[in-house]
């Protein structure tokens, strides 16, 4: 079966240390695989995307890698900041503009 | 520029009863997508319009789940005789939708729209 697996449990680090989300996917050959941030109460927003081709994107303190062969994503958020808490969505694109997200990961940054 | 606006943002009913739950993407946003979020859960699809073409229902739970979306901008989630275990938060988003580019599937959320069946 289809699945896309994100680390259930949440994730805790102190600030300025590297944060690093994974997201595994199983009997999918996405396109497209996407990241998003959300944070209580609120809608996800977009973060990142990257290509099938592309092995790696990177914005500012954030960096996806991608590798399809392992089907797996690497989000990484460096020197992270307490305003970095908030829950971490994978997505992939499944055909056409269909999109399937993972159940997310909490990344908790202390201080 | 005004965001994704969802409406109403809480909606309270009594199991039985039907409900529309509104989404107003971004202007110029031909692809629109709804999704169900249950409490501490992820998102889960539920349909998706891309301009002139046919929907994708194929995320819709069952057939008291429709959608329409009229002239290509307003959309409107109806369930109809609801049930309790269709409280969630019913979020909405749109994306430019121009296939060929990327950011033609980068997604815009709106705040949701919480639905309580009692």
């Known amino acids: 079966s289809q699945k896309i697996e994100q680390n259930s449990e949440a994730l805790n680090i102190q600030e300025g240390k590297t944060a690093t989300l994974t997201c595994n996917y199983t009997?999918?050959?996405?396109?497209?695989l996407q990241w998003y941030r959300q944070d209580p109460g609120r809608g996800p927003v977009f973060l990142l995307l990257?290509?099938?081709?592309?092995k790696e994107k990177r914005k500012e303190r954030l960096k996806v890698t991608f590798d399809t062969t392992l089907k797996q994503s690497l989000f990484h958020i460096t020197a992270s900041q307490p305003a970095d808490s908030a829950t971490y969505l994978c997505a992939l694109h499944t055909g056409g503009f269909k999109t399937i997200f993972g159940a997310g990961t909490r990344l908790f940054v202390k201080a | 520029g005004a965001g994704v606006s969802q409406s109403p943002s809480n909606k309270v009913t009594e199991k039985g009863k039907d409900v529309e739950l509104r989404c107003d993407p971004i202007?110029?946003?031909?692809?629109l997508y709804w999704y169900r979020q249950s409490l501490g859960q992820g998102l889960e699809f539920l349909i998706y319009?891309?301009?002139?073409?046919?929907?994708?229902k194929s995320g819709l739970p069952s057939d008291r789940f429709s959608a329409e979306r009229t002239g290509g901008s307003v959309s409107t989630l109806t369930i109809q005789r609801t049930q309790q275990e269709d409280s969630a938060v019913y979020l909405c988003?749109?994306?430019?939708?121009?296939?060929?580019?990327?950011?033609?599937?980068?997604?815009?959320f709106g705040p949701g729209t919480r639905l309580t069946v009692t």
């Open positions: 202007s110029g946003h031909t692809a």
């Open positions: 988003a749109s994306s430019p939708g121009q296939t060929g580019t990327s950011t033609a599937y980068e997604q815009y």
């Open positions: 990257i290509r099938e081709n592309e």
């Open positions: 009997n999918y050959s996405p396109a497209y």
């Open positions: 319009f891309q301009g002139n073409s046919a929907p994708d």
